[in-house]
């Protein structure tokens, strides 16, 4: 009984020693913002300047991306150290309704080994026209309505995520 115990405590000890090594060589998190729908190429961030890295660190640490989802959607160009677009993002086909959209990958160096974390957020672009469910509306506004006054309209269909809202600037005193 005494055995196992022993063997238990050490057992912990070298399981929390691999935890620290392995937490440990995860040097820095950054994040970018892209709008969805950007073509294949377009430049995404410039990791190298961003994480403090050389672009021959990249090269002789045989950076990679990894990625947890199946859909590659952004590679790295280790001789610029750029991560650029690599496959068409739609936003709403990724995420749905929720917001925000992001997803996260990791670029791996070797010998030593680092990683660093990259969250990429997709932006919403208002592709989609909004749809009311009338065509015309019509507002009867007195003059003596105060600046700021809200009007409740009907709601609109939007198959984007974006937000739609109505601001209407009161027309100049004329004199």
């Excluded at 997709?122 to 105060?146: C, G, R, Y």
Aim: hydrophobic content about 45%; aromatic content about 6%; some cysteine.
């Amino acid at each position: 009984m005494d055995t196992l115990r022993g063997n238990g405590v050490r057992m912990d000890s070298i399981v929390s020693i691999l935890l620290l090594v392995v937490f440990s060589t995860v040097s820095a998190q950054i994040r970018y913002s892209i709008p969805e729908e950007m073509r294949k190429g377009h430049f995404v961030g410039d990791v190298a300047k961003d994480l403090g890295l050389d672009v021959k660190r990249l090269v002789s640490g045989r950076a990679r991306l990894v990625v947890d989802d199946n859909n590659q959607y952004v590679a790295l160009n280790q001789n610029k150290g750029h991560i650029v677009v690599f496959e068409r993002i739609d936003r709403e086909k990724m995420c749905a309704k929720k917001s925000p959209c992001s997803f996260s990958l990791e670029i791996v160096l070797e010998d030593p080994l680092e990683l660093f974390s990259i969250t990429i957020e997709i932006q919403d672009v208002n592709d989609h026209a909004p749809a009311f469910p009338k065509k015309e509306i019509n507002l009867n506004i007195s003059e003596s309505m105060p600046t700021g006054t809200v009007f409740l309209l009907d709601n609109v269909a939007l198959s984007s995520v974006s937000i739609m809202f109505l601001e209407v600037d009161p027309i100049p005193n004329i004199e």
